[in-house]
């Protein structure tokens, strides 16, 4: 608190000048709990239609529509986007191709307002050839749907779907894929999967089971449907020229909002592996059309006046009004010192009183870009599209105090989580202090990256980075059998973020597989931890954690939450028949005696006295002592 007087006049008036110059900041403030109202919905389509993908003369070698990526380009002669192209695919480097062929221009898929998806169909005729002899050696073709039209995933199996270069990368594919990558959880080497920003599927179906080979130069024809208002994808696929088959080869109920934004590109991904003679992948025609419904934003005729008002003055030739005489600019200036000199003076005294928010005023520290920053209201304000509901991911109610965690999208396009408190909560020093302990000291790969924090003396917010593949329970729990490795991972990630928060002295509170998210690359981030010690004597302690995660890797186990869980393994475990615990779904492809040591340490994290639980630093050891399974790669 040394700055010299003169630094806080010019900040006082920096800030005053700032607000008079953008009046909607003020505006801002004072409307944040109303909700943008709504015009009437009206259905946004689109519909493209590619009977072949010559290129015409007139227009040379490019297709305007589409751009072509990486290894990605349309064969003059044979009027067909080729993945790799084949002139390419001789070329000095032959492995590891990839290449994307993308329609140019964005297509809205997905209302924010209502949080509905679009509705959309699309047919193709793809066929995989070989420039050799050679039989495969591709990994597939994708129908990717993806966020940005400059980005080629990686090659191999990643099918050129997944970029791992930026966290929040949303990216919906259906991949068919002629490869049998185990540790992506694939069934065989001629399936077709749904893939929900990640390189392992989310549900996969085996071609062979329907008498279909991709293994052949024949051309297949596939037809995704989606229905955005019943949340359902029916994939078909055959022979071009044959009818539609009666029935889907993969069926699924599916939520992509999470996976979408408003304006999304679709286009085909595919890649090759590390054999050098490859297999290219032909598209041959493509129609897609989408559906979505939008509100109509209906301008209100006050906004209209305005802007009626400010062209008129802007362009008639006299000015309207006379600038400011010097004795008006010479008043105001001295108001201004006035105040500012009285805030200085009352900001000093008030320093020693109090420091419930003191931690948030680290103006005069220095601060290096990545670290987390303090966001302004305004800026948190219009990344969560005015605090609206339908931005709205999870509401905790607990001891009689509210946060809201809504979803947001900075200027930068980097989607965040914003937990807003309520205002009681924050009354208390020890909880801003905790606040100030959860942004410094808490970094870790298995905690959420906060991003920063919002302090305006009525409102406080902490900005986390936003997980879209959304909390384990959906993956847990869901349609698809999560493979063993995976769950092995997982629980060693979540003891290691758990060990580490406990040797920060802090405890989660609520560690339960809804809490624990996953991020671009599966990695488990345990999220909404420590609000416990935000709330007076309610705090569970770390013991109240180790049961949590022994819950958590009994459910992870099992595939299932329910009631009688412990009970069970515990009965099993006594009867020596602890293999019942065991996740049926994923069939003979478990270590069975990693899987007995795993529930063990389940068993003995959830013993009744707490006591007798390990410490979380334990439990890592153990977990990472008797570890002979394969590191796996995602
Ligand atoms: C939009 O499309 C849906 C079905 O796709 C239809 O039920 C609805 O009536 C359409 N709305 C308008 C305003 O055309
Ligand atoms: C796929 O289907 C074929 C034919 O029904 C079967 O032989 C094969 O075992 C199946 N593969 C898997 C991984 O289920
Ligand atoms: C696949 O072929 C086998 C033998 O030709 C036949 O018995 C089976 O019904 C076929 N399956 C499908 C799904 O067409
Ligand atoms: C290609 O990769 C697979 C699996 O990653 C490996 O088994 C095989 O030996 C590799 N082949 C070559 C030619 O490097
Ligand atoms: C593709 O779209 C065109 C025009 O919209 C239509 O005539 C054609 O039948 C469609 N092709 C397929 C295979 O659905």
Same mark, same amino acid.
């Given at each position: 608190m040394d700055s010299p007087p003169c630094l806080w006049w010019l900040?006082?008036?920096?800030?005053?000048?700032?607000?008079?110059?953008q009046p909607q900041l003020l505006q801002a403030h004072r409307f944040s709990f109303t909700h943008h109202p709504k015009g009437p919905f009206t259905n946004v389509t689109k519909h493209l239609h590619f009977p072949n993908f010559l290129t015409?003369?007139?227009?040379?070698?490019?297709?305007?529509?589409?751009?072509?990526?990486?290894?990605a380009r349309a064969s003059e002669e044979k009027g067909v986007i080729q993945i790799p192209h084949s002139s390419s695919s001789q070329a000095d480097q032959p492995t590891y191709q990839v290449g994307r062929a993308i329609y140019s221009s964005p297509i809205r898929l997905f209302d924010p307002l209502t949080l509905t998806p679009a509705s959309f169909e699309t047919t193709f005729s793809f066929q995989f050839t070989t420039n050799s002899m050679a039989t495969r050696g591709g990994n597939g073709l994708a129908f990717v749907i993806s966020p940005d039209e400059f980005t080629?995933?990686?090659?191999?199996?990643?099918?050129?779907?997944?970029?791992?270069?930026c966290n929040h990368y949303k990216v919906f594919a259906v991949e068919f894929d002629t490869n049998h990558d185990p540790q992506f959880g694939d069934p065989n080497d001629d399936h077709i999967g749904i893939n929900l920003g990640a390189a392992v599927s989310f549900k996969t179906a085996n071609l062979s089971e329907a008498n279909i080979s991709l293994h052949n130069?024949?051309?297949?024809?596939a037809w995704i449907t989606y &229905?955005?208002?019943?949340?359902?994808?029916?994939?078909?696929?055959?022979? &071009?020229g044959n009818p539609i088959p009666s029935k889907p080869i993969l069926s699924s109920p599916l939520n992509l909002s999470p996976f979408l934004q408003e304006y999304m590109f679709v286009g085909f991904s595919a890649s090759t592996g590390n054999s050098s003679q490859n297999s290219i992948h032909n598209i041959l025609s493509w129609n897609f059309s989408s559906t979505v419904q939008a509100s109509l934003h209906v301008p209100s005729t006050k906004i209209c006046h305005r802007n009626v008002a400010h062209l008129v003055s802007k362009y008639s030739t006299t000015p309207h009004t006379n600038p400011p005489s010097s004795f008006l600019i010479f008043v105001a200036l001295l108001v201004l010192s006035s105040v500012a000199l009285?805030?200085?003076y009352f900001s000093r005294m008030k320093t020693n009183t109090s420091d419930a928010l003191l931690f948030f005023d680290t103006k005069q520290r220095p601060m290096l870009p990545i670290s987390p920053h303090r966001f302004t209201f305004a800026e948190l304000y219009i990344s969560t599209r005015r605090f609206d509901k339908a931005q709205v991911l999870a509401t905790d109610c607990r001891g009689g105090s509210t946060s809201v965690l809504y979803r947001g999208k900075l200027v930068n396009g980097c989607q965040v989580a914003v937990k807003r408190f309520s205002t009681q909560l924050l009354s208390s020093p020890r909880v801003t202090k905790r606040l100030g302990d959860q942004i410094t000291r808490a970094s870790h790969p298995n905690l959420p990256n906060i991003r920063g924090w919002c302090c305006d003396g009525r409102e406080a917010m902490i900005v986390y980075d936003h997980y879209?593949?959304?909390?384990? &329970?959906?993956?847990l729990f869901g349609i698809g059998a999560l493979p063993w490795t995976w769950r092995l991972k997982l629980v060693k990630d979540i003891a290691q973020g758990l060990s580490f928060l406990h040797s920060k002295q802090l405890a989660h509170g609520n560690l339960k597989a809804s809490s624990v998210f996953l991020d671009v690359n599966y990695r488990p981030v345990l999220g909404d931890y420590g609000l416990d010690f935000f709330l007076p004597g309610s705090g569970r302690g770390s013991k109240g954690d180790v049961f949590g995660f022994g819950m958590l890797v009994l459910e992870t186990v099992a595939g299932r939450k329910e009631e009688g869980l412990l009970g069970f393994a515990r009965e099993m475990f006594e009867k020596g028949e602890?293999?019942?615990?065991?996740?049926?779904?994923?069939g003979d492809r478990v270590n069975s005696e990693e899987v007995v040591r795993i529930l063990k340490i389940g068993l003995s994290c959830t013993a009744s006295e707490s006591g007798r639980r390990p410490c979380m630093e334990e439990v890592v050891q153990c977990l990472a002592s008797s570890s002979h399974s394969r590191p796996i790669v995602l």
């Open positions: 900040l006082i008036l920096g800030s005053i000048v700032h607000l008079v110059q015409t003369s007139s227009l040379g070698t490019n297709f305007p529509q589409l751009k072509f990526l990486g290894n080629v995933g990686r090659p191999g199996p990643w099918l050129g779907i997944l970029n791992d270069a130069s024949k051309v297949h024809r &229905d955005g208002n019943h949340k359902h994808i029916n994939i078909h696929l055959g022979l &071009d009285l805030s200085f879209p593949n959304g909390s384990l &329970d959906r993956w602890i293999g019942r615990v065991v996740d049926e779904r994923m």
